[in-house]
């Protein structure tokens, strides 16, 4: 990429800002990183309130890039924990292991719904389909309509906001094809009892939680003389002869950059820009879609309500899609050993019903769902938080990749401009991937490299049926050959 003289300017301090600013500064490469909020770990963070300490939702971390491990152990050492992982699914009041078993499988249905699911698998087996079009066509046609709609519909809908009919049949065929699940309800029904399939068992974890990470990373950064405003938006990005020539904040200052390494989202860079770029890049831009996400943390006391790390809630009587236990992830998220912390995720859109209610709605409701599926009594409920978080999952849906296509297109002209992580490439990934996108472009800015960040990939996808995990709105139309292809994977 164009080198030029001024210092680096990083947007945004979430995983993949962070990173850059730290390996910019342990290059003692001149650094300015801009983050909105006042803390920095973006999806990522640690929130703390009264000493206890959550996440946004649980955040693991597994990665297959030896780089990124290498740079987790190099910041934390001893501090990174490797934990065990227990979750379950909680279904009609009963708790199914997960990852699956089929023996368990088969003792929680009962006989009289194993016979009605291996009756609904028979006819969908003799049924031939040429091609499944969406989730719910593929599902169906794998497992029958009665598991389905036992397992797979609600928590789906809960997590996408969308009928399963909506969401794309190559989702399902890449989450669900050889996955416990899948094996667990073929053994059920088949009665082949084995080849479930040993899934992430552990993981890393600061001890701290993820928020240590990249507070650690901060105050590296600035002790290697790396600048980091906090509490600082970007608003303003000024271009003119193919590069950003001036990187403006919401406090009125304005910095001159040499590279610029933004992981703010795609659409609201576009936004930023000044002179405004044509219509249609600026239409792609708002046409991109997200699905939002709240959290509720809860202090409960006594004991904790449950040993999982989390547990997975496909009742459908209840909003909340996840439960967090954030002792489970590590004893020292809480402060008080005869009180617990559990976190309760519900999926929702900015400005939607859930999302607009006011904390105490929302804590009441989450106390009250805890209690309706067994978990706690409300009288237990000592005090509650609410995080609310936009733009937490990017959405594919049938028009965002040629939304990010045209978007690429145009910034690709200002040669001082490179796009990382989450939002920043309109990417469903984890955190080790946005950390991988901001190393490649730290080379790039200071090596001379020309690595194609869009084309960066940690493959490190978790081999689960996590609905929460992948990105399933239906795509584009596809021609007959393709979809039969991924049905029939
Ligand atoms: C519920 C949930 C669970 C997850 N679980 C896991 C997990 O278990 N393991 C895992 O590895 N990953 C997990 N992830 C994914 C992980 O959170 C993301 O991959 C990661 O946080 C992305 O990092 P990022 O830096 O690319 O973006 P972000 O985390 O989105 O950071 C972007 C930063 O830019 C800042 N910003 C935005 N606009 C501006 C502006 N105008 N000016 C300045 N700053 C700005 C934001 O405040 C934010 O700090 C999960 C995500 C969610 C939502």
Request: charged share 25%; with cysteine.
């Amino acid at each position: 990429m164009e080198s030029a003289a001024g210092p680096a300017a990083v947007l945004g301090g979430g995983p993949a800002g962070i990173t850059a600013g730290y390996l910019l500064a342990k290059q003692s490469r001149p650094s300015v990183l801009f983050e909105a909020d006042d803390v920095v770990g973006g999806l990522a963070r640690t929130v703390v309130r009264d000493g206890y300490r959550f996440d946004l939702g649980g955040h693991r971390f597994f990665t297959k890039s030896h780089e990124v491990e290498a740079l987790w152990r190099e910041v934390l050492g001893a501090e990174l924990l490797t934990r065990p992982r227990l979750s379950r699914i909680r279904w009609r009041g009963r708790f199914i292991e997960y990852p699956l078993q089929a023996g368990d499988v088969v003792r929680k249905l009962g006989p009289l719904e194993l016979a009605r699911c291996s009756g609904s698998y028979a006819a969908a087996s003799l049924r031939r389909r040429r091609e499944a079009e969406s989730f719910e066509d593929w599902v169906t046609a794998r497992f029958g309509r009665r598991l389905f709609e036992l397992f797979f519909r609600t928590y789906t809908e809960k997590v996408w906001g969308v009928p399963t009919g909506e969401l794309r049949a190559e989702w399902a065929a890449q989450r669900i094809r050889d996955l416990s699940f899948g094996r667990a309800a073929r053994a059920a029904m088949l009665g082949d009892g084995g080849g479930v399939r040993s899934l992430i068992e552990e993981f890393l974890y600061p001890r701290l939680g993820p928020g240590q990470m990249w507070d650690t990373m901060l105050a590296e950064l600035v002790r290697m003389g790396g600048e980091a405003r906090l509490g600082t938006p970007v608003t303003r990005l000024t271009h003119a002869g193919g590069r950003i020539t001036s990187v403006g904040t919401a406090d009125g200052a304005a910095l001159e950059p040499g590279p610029v390494i933004s992981s703010l989202p795609l659409g609201a860079v576009v936004e930023m820009l000044d002179p405004a770029p044509p219509s249609h890049v600026l239409q792609a831009a708002r046409g991109l879609r997200y699905r939002d996400f709240l959290t509720v943390a809860l202090v409960i006391r006594g004991e904790d309500p449950f040993p999982d790390t989390w547990i997975y809630v496909h009742d459908p009587e209840v909003r909340v899609g996840r439960i967090q236990n954030f002792r489970a992830w590590s004893p020292w998220m809480v402060p008080h050993r005869e009180r617990s912390c559990v976190g309760l995720e519900y999926f929702c859109f900015e400005g939607d019903e859930l999302w607009s209610s006011p904390d105490e709605d929302l804590i009441e409701r989450a106390t009250a769902e805890l209690a309706r599926i067994g978990l706690a009594t409300g009288d237990r409920v000592e005090r509650g938080w609410v995080v609310r978080v936009p733009k937490a999952y990017p959405i594919y849906d049938s028009a965002y990749g040629a939304r990010v296509a045209a978007i690429r297109n145009w910034l690709e002209r200002l040669g001082n401009l490179q796009q990382v992580g989450r939002n920043g490439l309109h990417r469903y990934n984890n955190s080790d991937h946005s950390m991988l996108t901001a190393i490649r472009a730290v080379e790039n800015a200071s090596a001379g490299t020309s690595h194609d960040i869009w084309a960066v990939n940690t493959d490190s996808v978790y081999h689960e049926e996590d609905v929460a995990d992948e990105h399933p709105y239906r795509e584009a139309p596809r021609t007959p050959a393709s979809a039969q292809g991924a049905a029939a994977r």
